[in-house]
């Protein structure tokens, strides 16, 4: 607050008498105001202790500065920082094993994490490969915050590849999965599709 109001007192008075200064002087001036708005101190402590992911957009963005413009540099690097962000969470999502008595013909498994575009196809291909020779499978979903429409999609093309004979059972739906499902019609499809409440319920009838 004081260095702007000297800055703009020296704009309205002592502007004739700052024609004097020479340019050398004022050029020190000027790189010491830009060495304390660079703030190196964080810079050197990102470069020390952020993830890489992380550094190599901080150095990206400032190259892109020095070589282009601030607009292009922030720009670039709101698109590269929502990439990796998007590949972050996405690698969060993932299935995990119910530890349950059930026959050898059912498998049981619990989704963790957020069933958007960028994971859920990963996710269903994966449990593909796991339902060979199953009757039924049952997905607890407690821990499904979201689904968008990639997810949506997803999952109504695996349900529609099940093999013959196998039943899908989705239990533990957390309500922002359960709106979308309900906004694109997902209805319960007899011998092949069914929703539960909860796990042991999903399992009563085996």
């Not at 607890?140 to 529609?160: C, E, I």
Request: glycine fraction near 4%; aromatic fraction near 6%; include cysteine.
């Amino acid at each position: 607050m004081i260095h702007a109001l000297l800055v703009i007192l020296a704009l309205l008075i002592l502007a004739p008498l700052l024609s004097w200064l020479p340019l050398s002087a004022m050029a020190a001036l000027l790189l010491m105001v830009a060495w304390n708005m660079s703030e190196a101190h964080k810079v050197i402590n990102l470069l020390r202790h952020a993830p890489k992911d992380d550094i190599v957009v901080m150095l990206m963005c400032m190259s892109l500065t020095v070589l282009f413009d601030m607009v292009i540099a922030i720009s670039v690097g709101i698109v590269l920082a929502s990439l990796l962000f998007m590949r972050r969470i996405a690698r969060m999502t993932h299935l995990a094993p119910v530890n349950v008595e059930v026959p050898d013909d059912v498998l049981v498994l619990r989704v963790i994490g957020p069933l958007f575009f960028a994971a859920a196809e990963g996710l269903f291909n994966d449990l593909e490969t796991r339902i060979a020779g199953k009757r039924i499978v049952v997905l607890k979903w407690d821990a499904v915050p979201v689904l968008d429409a990639g997810g949506l999609d997803a999952f109504q093309r695996f349900v529609n590849k099940l093999p013959e004979g196998c039943e899908l059972r989705v239990s533990n739906l957390e309500f922002q999965p359960l709106r979308t499902l309900a906004r694109a019609g997902v209805k319960p499809l007899p011998g092949r599709l069914s929703f539960y409440p909860d796990r042991q319920a999903a399992l009563a009838d085996l």
